[in-house]
């Protein structure tokens, strides 16, 4: 099957799509609430996801896109509630490659393993369009019942990306507006300057666990790191060819599992 699944903490379990490289695999966060679950991100869509977490829940699912990329929005299709962000919506009705990013660089490295996904090709891949069902937008309130999160609206990788903040725990799932490397200023619908703001806001939020978008989840230390980097100048990714040729010989199987459940919390 193409996940697995690493318990984080009673509550949260995190998802990985099995297949996909390292560096481009999306991180899916099962939420386990008392009325209803969250499914944060939904891979690819390699392989079913909605079935995989039917597995392990009976609760009924809203799932929520942090954004549009094809990394995150593969499986929300296969889902009756979906949320995110107005600014994102026209893209997931309409998810043609040049909007949800796979297009370019990431079509020609290779991200998928052959040996898991024989089937898989860059010429005919392409995320199924999933209407939103509802719309999260700044300030809104996701109450699970035993849980809430926050939504706060975090611009700048994308128009419409969104973080969760459990202010009570004080977590936050920060999509790809922050994660644990070189972050994406650069794309076709991204705003350095809102990009800045929104790393400003996060400085400031008071959270000290972040759940990514990608990548290990961290402290408020590692936070702060990355952010003073980015700042400087040098946390941000430009061109991904050049990029993926500088750094595959050192990413050793870049398809092997990676258990990163809780590391640098
Ligand atoms: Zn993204």
């Known amino acids: 099957m193409g996940y697995k699944r690493y318990k984080i903490s009673d509550a949260v379990s995190l998802i990985q799509e099995t297949g996909v490289a390292n560096f481009m695999r999306c991180n899916i966060w099962h939420v386990e609430g008392r009325d209803y679950d969250l499914v944060i991100d939904t891979g690819m869509g ?11 829940t009976n609760r009924p699912i809203k799932a929520v896109v942090t954004h549009s990329h094809f990394d995150h929005s593969g499986c929300l299709h296969e889902f009756d509630e979906r949320l995110g962000h107005p600014a994102e919506a026209d893209i997931l009705a309409n998810p043609l490659n040049e909007r949800t990013l796979f297009t370019g660089s990431w079509t020609r490295i290779g991200i998928i393993d052959p040996r898991q996904h024989p089937e898989f090709s860059p010429e005919s891949y392409h995320v199924q369009a999933a209407p939103l069902t509802g719309y999260l937008d700044e300030g809104d309130v996701l109450d699970l019942g035993d849980s809430a999160y926050q939504i706060l609206h975090l611009p700048g990788h994308s128009p419409g990306s969104i973080g969760l903040y459990d ?20 794309l076709y619908h991204s705003d350095k300057s809102t990009y800045l703001q929104t790393l400003e806001r996060i400085e400031s939020l008071g959270a000290e666990v972040f759940h990514a978008g990608h990548y290990p989840s961290f402290g408020k230390d590692r936070m702060q790191q990355l952010i003073d980097s980015y700042r400087e100048g040098n946390n941000s990714l430009g061109d991904v060819e050049a990029w993926y040729e500088e750094n595959r010989l050192s990413m050793g199987d870049m398809f092997a599992d990676q258990d990163w459940s809780g590391s640098h919390v």
Not at 46 to 56: A, E, F, I, T
Not at 167 to 186: H, T
């Open 46 to 56: 390699l392989d079913s996801l909605k079935q995989w977490v039917n597995r392990h």
């Open 167 to 186: 202010v009570k725990k004080r977590a936050l799932f920060s999509g790809d507006a922050l994660y644990d490397g070189e972050l994406l200023d650069s």
